[in-house]
Structures are given as structure tokens and as C-alpha cells.
């Protein structure tokens, strides 16, 4: 990646959201990104959604409305469409920041062996767009992520990876097989993080990138969430063990993680900005 704006993709899927859309796309189109490819999958709203779209459909790369079945196939026919070197998805309720597309495409352009990136500085809104919240994530790492403990709150800390801040590059993408699994109605983002992690190491940085919002019409249920994901990780029962059990020596471990991290590591991986060189660095370690 050899431009300082490399194509962004993102994908918004939509069902009568009207209310929230307009604010939705306004947060991505008002960053006035150079290199934007912005697809809306609308799945046949019967509100006023198909207006919205309308009004910005001269900014769009490709949008349609039209009967789904369901937010995971919306996903995966849009990102059908994209062609852009770094991916991601906004729920048409969910905003970004205004600093977020340029943030990620420093962050790519300056650290090729970034394959994923989260925030672990979550913001939730209102409907009203108000700020009520910013959570702390945990140090998100490969075994941490297998053993369940994204799934609700570490001591103090939030486990959870954002998904409305969540980018990733079409290659990683390609690797996991280019598709959300339709069969979920809840915890695809969850379902799609798994397969991410079969290739790649989630990387993280606190600069804050989105916000979730909070609302009466939410689609996520938190328990049934929760349950359907413990049911997806049942799938990586290997991935679940504790490197301790087999790598008693720490030190070892820790200069390994120079090279390819063995298959049941806990590795941290963050990017941090450095002023003085005016580009961003990345980090690694394993913890426990």
C-alpha cells in the first residue's frame, strides 16, 4: 500500500431505519475521505428510508433496496461490490467519528502487517446522539478472545470488540472466506472475528472510531447474543487451551513472538503514534 489515501469500503446494511440512516451516512460521507466506496444494502424499507437513500445517492459507489434475507446476506452481496483495500461495516444506527477514515488509513498505510484493527475505547449514544458512555476494552488477544471473555466486562474493563470500529483488509477477508454466515440472526460480527483470528492477530489502538447507539428499537438481545456465541466458539475447542499448559517458559515464548506465533499464543498487538517521527508504530507482546 503505497498511498497515503488507500480505497476505504464500507458497507452499511439497512431495514427500516430511517430515523437513525440520514445521521448514519452523514457521519461517513462529512469526513470528505478522497478514496471512499460507500455501498448501502437497504433490504426493501417501507418507511422513509428509500428517500434518504435517494438524496445521497450520487455519493454512493452502489445501493439498492430491495428484499433480503436477512443483515448477513445484505453484508455479504454488498461487499460484493467493494473493491477498496481496507473494509468494514456501519450499521445504518451506528456513526463514526470524524477523524475515523483518516485515522485508519494512516494506520494501514504506515503499518503493513496490521490485518485487522479494533478501537478498545468504546463509545455508546443515545437516540438523540448524545454520549452516555465510554468503556475501556481489555488488551484483546487470540486465546482471550477463544476462552470468551469478549463477551461482557473484565474487572473494570469491557471485553467486547467493537464492531461499528472494527476495519479490515480485503485480503483478510478473501482468506476467511468472503462472507458473513447467513444462518445468524445475532453474533455475525462475533462468527466473522473467529475466522479472523484462524489468519491474523487483532490489532488495537485507543484512538475512539465509532459509536454504537443505544435505543428502544436495538436488534441485539445481550443473553441470546451471548448463548449464540458461546456457540460459535465451541467450534475451536483446541484454540481454548492454555499456552501455559505446554510453553512453561515465558521468556522463551516472548522471543518467539518475534517470529510466527505458535498456534495457541496470547499475543497484544496495538499501534500507538509517534510525534516525533510523525507516523504510526506497531507493538507486540504476549501476555498472559
Same mark, same amino acid.
Given at each position: 500500500?503505497?498511498?497515503?489515501?488507500?480505497?476505504?469500503?464500507?458497507?452499511?446494511?439497512?431495514?427500516?431505519?430511517?430515523?437513525?440512516?440520514?445521521?448514519?451516512?452523514? +457521519?461517513?460521507?462529512?469526513?470528505?475521505?478522497?478514496?471512499?466506496?460507500?455501498? #448501502?444494502?437497504?433490504?426493501?424499507?417501507?418507511?422513509? @428510508?428509500?428517500?434518504?437513500?435517494?438524496?445521497?445517492?450520487?455519493? !454512493?459507489?452502489?445501493?439498492?433496496?430491495?428484499?433480503?434475507?436477512?443483515?448477513?446476506?445484505?453484508? %455479504?452481496?454488498?461487499?460484493?461490490?467493494?473493491?477498496?483495500?481496507?473494509?468494514?461495516?456501519?450499521? @445504518?444506527?451506528?456513526?463514526?467519528?470524524?477523524? %475515523?477514515?483518516? %485515522?485508519?488509513?494512516?494506520?494501514?498505510?504506515?503499518?503493513?502487517?496490521?490485518?485487522?484493527? %479494533? +478501537?478498545?475505547?468504546?463509545?455508546?449514544?443515545?437516540?438523540?446522539?448524545?454520549?452516555?458512555?465510554?468503556?475501556?476494552?481489555?488488551?484483546?488477544?487470540? *486465546?482471550?478472545?477463544?476462552?470468551?471473555?469478549?463477551? $461482557?466486562?473484565?474487572?473494570?474493563?469491557?471485553?467486547?470488540?467493537?464492531?461499528?470500529?472494527? !476495519?479490515?483488509?480485503? $485480503?483478510?477477508?478473501?482468506?476467511?472466506?468472503?462472507?458473513?454466515?447467513?444462518?445468524?440472526?445475532?453474533? $455475525?460480527?462475533?462468527?466473522?472475528?473467529?475466522?479472523?483470528?484462524?489468519?491474523?492477530?487483532? #490489532?488495537?489502538?485507543?484512538?475512539?472510531?465509532?459509536? !454504537? *447507539?443505544?435505543? +428502544?428499537?436495538?436488534?441485539?438481545?445481550?443473553?441470546?447474543?451471548?448463548?449464540?456465541?458461546?456457540?460459535?466458539?465451541?467450534?475451536?475447542?483446541?484454540?481454548?487451551?492454555?499456552?501455559?499448559?505446554?510453553?512453561?517458559?515465558?521468556?522463551?515464548?516472548?522471543?518467539?513472538?518475534? $517470529?510466527?506465533?505458535?498456534?495457541?499464543? @496470547?499475543?497484544?498487538?496495538? #499501534?500507538?503514534?509517534?510525534?516525533?517521527?510523525?507516523?504510526?508504530?506497531?507493538?507486540?507482546? !504476549?501476555?498472559?
Amino acid at each position: 500500500m503505497n498511498t497515503p489515501h488507500p480505497k476505504i469500503s464500507i458497507v452499511t446494511p439497512s431495514f427500516n431505519q430511517g430515523r437513525f440512516l440520514e445521521t448514519t451516512i452523514c +457521519s461517513i460521507l462529512d469526513q470528505n475521505y478522497p478514496n471512499l466506496e460507500y455501498i #448501502v444494502m437497504d433490504g426493501g424499507s417501507t418507511d422513509n @428510508s428509500v428517500e434518504i437513500l435517494r438524496k445521497y445517492e450520487k455519493h !454512493f459507489a452502489y445501493w439498492q433496496s430491495e428484499k433480503d434475507r436477512g443483515q448477513n446476506h445484505a453484508l %455479504t452481496e454488498g461487499f460484493k461490490h467493494a473493491t477498496g483495500e481496507i473494509f468494514a461495516y456501519l450499521n @445504518s444506527d451506528d456513526i463514526y467519528l470524524p477523524w %475515523t477514515l483518516a %485515522t485508519i488509513a494512516n494506520i494501514f498505510t504506515h503499518t503493513p502487517n496490521v490485518e485487522w484493527l %479494533t +478501537s478498545r475505547t468504546t463509545l455508546v449514544i443515545d437516540a438523540a446522539n448524545e454520549p452516555i458512555m465510554a468503556n475501556h476494552a481489555i488488551a484483546h488477544t487470540r *486465546r482471550r478472545f477463544y476462552k470468551g471473555m469478549t463477551l $461482557g466486562n473484565v474487572k473494570e474493563s469491557s471485553g467486547w470488540i467493537q464492531q461499528e470500529a472494527t !476495519f479490515w483488509r480485503r $485480503g483478510l477477508w478473501g482468506k476467511a472466506g468472503a462472507r458473513m454466515e447467513e444462518s445468524l440472526y445475532l453474533a $455475525g460480527d462475533f462468527e466473522l472475528w473467529a475466522r479472523f483470528y484462524q489468519h491474523a492477530e487483532l #490489532v488495537t489502538t485507543l484512538v475512539p472510531l465509532a459509536a !454504537f *447507539r443505544l435505543h +428502544s428499537s436495538n436488534k441485539t438481545q445481550l443473553n441470546e447474543y451471548i448463548r449464540v456465541a458461546k456457540t460459535i466458539l465451541a467450534r475451536y475447542p483446541r484454540e481454548r487451551q492454555d499456552p501455559s499448559r505446554s510453553l512453561k517458559n515465558w521468556k522463551w515464548l516472548d522471543r518467539f513472538a518475534r $517470529g510466527k506465533p505458535p498456534p495457541d499464543g @496470547s499475543r497484544h498487538c496495538w #499501534v500507538s503514534y509517534d510525534p516525533e517521527q510523525k507516523t504510526w508504530q506497531y507493538h507486540s507482546i !504476549f501476555i498472559r
